[in-house]
């Protein structure tokens, strides 16, 4: 194959493929501020785990969707804030069109941690509205569980940023800098009390005083301490993507398509089932 990012393809292949599988993995990015390291670094790291997934399991990649709720770092003059309503309309629009075009496998993934609140709501939403399970994974929730041994530290998360940037061709696009490498207390710290009460940044609204809030990045000095860590964060990105089993998981999807359609059987009035019916 070409390639496997839509967009990239022409129209012509992405017919030859849905001919025989129906698998779109689509990352859901942020354009916002993040330490030493560009405004779309959390794009760049779900677009080069989707592009990896993909491959794993014959799937095609939807890029380009970087614009969506960034939460507390709407402080940024360079961050992009998408309201979480916003966000999941246009996520919507986006499922039931690749839908419509035959991909009925579908797989939300990001890396950034408020991305929940935006494709979880969606992912059950899109269910009742069709009857058809689509997935969200959420990225540094399986990095925690299938990576344990490789992510020691943050630095390993600064070289899973440094290594997307290499997979999806990008790497120059890190820049040399130290400027950002000071460990400190982030200035909203008096309050994780409330943070922890609820995932992530769902709990209560509050934004970042400082760009060093989020996050000190590492030193990179020269390119030769960008490439070590390309090198390293690429292969913790991969052994993840390999720990996911992507071919289970897709096949996994079809079998619950057909559990499902078995329950609706029985519970015609399940939402899904009733708009079945009425389509």
């Known amino acids: 194959m070409r390639t496997r990012i839509l967009p990239k393809m022409l129209n012509s292949e992405v017919e030859e493929y849905l001919q025989h599988n129906d698998i779109i993995i689509v990352p859901v990015g942020t354009v916002e501020m993040h330490g030493g390291f560009p405004l779309d670094s959390e794009t760049v790291i779900s677009e080069a785990y989707a592009l990896r997934m993909a491959e794993a399991c014959d799937g095609l990649v939807l890029t380009g969707l970087p614009y969506f709720y960034a939460g507390a770092t709407a402080s940024g003059r360079g961050t992009v804030q998408v309201s979480v309503r916003q966000g999941i309309d246009y996520l919507s629009a986006i499922a039931h069109s690749l839908l419509r075009q035959g991909f009925k496998r579908q797989i939300y993934i990001s890396f950034h941690g408020p991305a929940h609140m935006t494709c979880s709501p969606m992912v059950r939403d899109f269910f009742d509205e069709t009857g058809v399970p689509i ?13 344990k041994d ?15 940037y290499q997979i999806m061709g990008r790497l120059e696009d890190i820049p040399l800098t130290t400027a950002y490498a000071e460990p400190m207390q982030q200035s909203c710290a008096p309050f994780n009390d409330l943070f922890g009460l609820a995932y992530q940044s769902a709990a209560i609204g509050y934004c970042f005083a400082k760009q060093s809030d989020h996050m000190p990045t590492t030193a990179i000095p020269d390119a030769a301490a960008r490439q070590r860590l390309a090198d390293a ?19 996994q999807m079809r079998k619950l398509e057909d559990y499902n359609n078995e329950v609706e059987k029985t519970h015609p009035w399940m939402p899904s089932a009733y708009n079945k019916k009425e389509n």
């Not at 399986?142 to 990576?147: P, R």
């Open 135 to 147: 997935l969200y994974m959420d990225l540094s929730q399986q990095l925690g569980k299938l990576a």
């Open 150 to 164: 490789l992510f020691t530290s943050m630095d390993c998360f600064h070289a899973i940023t440094v290594g997307a």
């Open 233 to 251: 964060g690429q292969s913790i990105l991969e052994k993840a993507v390999a720990d996911m089993d992507m071919p289970h998981v897709v096949e």
